[in-house]
């Protein structure tokens, strides 16, 4: 057997990851479009999780063009000699006139909002801010591209909270109404999912075990 029919018998893995805590989570803004560099500690975190995967195969890696993602996927990508694939589809949800906004004073301002937001995703609307709904669409046809492209290959897609909680959703055929639910996804953190839809199995899911210090919300 070639070396090419044999990787095309091997198992999908798709590996996905939140980039690192930036500065606008440690002053808990709402990001969004909008960016804002990682830490020293989110810079930490992805080096902790380019440690343990230094020994992982990966045969492509797909980024959110948001460049805290970008940089996480850079520090992850380590040593090897791989282009990585920045993709709008997989940038955070557009959250409109919340973006940059402290969450407190964003709840004092849109109570409504910000409950549905939380509690009630499939109703959530704000102004000029992405529904729900648009974030999946966008980010599962991104995830389409890959299965295809890489089937049998191992795969690495850096992104964001909704949009990992969104196609992990999908994985786990999970209802909208129950986004938030744990697992919470730190920063840097870690799922994995082998195989091919719908034959696929979660082996990961917001794993943090690479952490060398105590995880922190952000």
């Known amino acids: 057997?070639?070396?090419q029919e044999h990787t095309k018998t091997e198992k999908t893995q798709i590996y996905l990851v939140r980039h690192g805590q930036t500065e606008w989570n440690v002053e808990h803004r709402f990001q969004g479009h909008q960016d804002s560099p990682l830490t020293q500690l989110g810079l930490q975190q992805a080096g902790w999780l380019a440690e343990a995967m230094?020994?992982?195969q990966i045969d492509a890696i797909y980024s959110s063009s948001s460049t805290?993602?970008?940089r996480t996927a850079e520090i992850i990508r380590d040593m090897r000699s791989l282009p990585i694939?920045?993709?709008d589809g997989l940038m955070e949800m557009n959250l409109g006139v919340w973006e940059g906004g402290i969450q407190k004073?964003?709840?004092?301002?849109y109570p409504e909002q910000y409950e549905a937001f939380w509690k009630d995703p499939e109703h959530f609307q704000i102004e000029d801010a992405e529904?729900?709904?648009?974030?999946q669409a966008r980010a599962s046809a991104v995830l389409d591209e890959v299965l295809t492209a890489h089937r049998g290959q191992s795969v690495l897609i850096v992104t964001h909270t909704v949009v990992l909680k969104l196609?992990?959703?999908r994985f786990e055929q999970r209802p909208l109404r129950d986004l938030w639910q744990l697992p919470y996804i730190y920063p840097a953190c870690l799922c994995l999912i082998e195989g091919d839809e719908p034959n696929h199995t979660i082996v990961l899911h917001a794993d943090t075990s690479h952490y060398q210090e105590k995880p922190v919300e952000g």
């Not at 004073?105 to 301002?109: A, G």
């Open 1 to 3: 057997m070639s070396e």
């Open 54 to 56: 230094r020994d992982k």
């Open 68 to 70: 805290r993602a970008l």
């Open 85 to 87: 694939h920045a993709r």
């Open 105 to 109: 004073e964003v709840e004092s301002t």
């Open 131 to 135: 529904r729900f709904e648009e974030v």
């Open 167 to 169: 196609l992990m959703a």
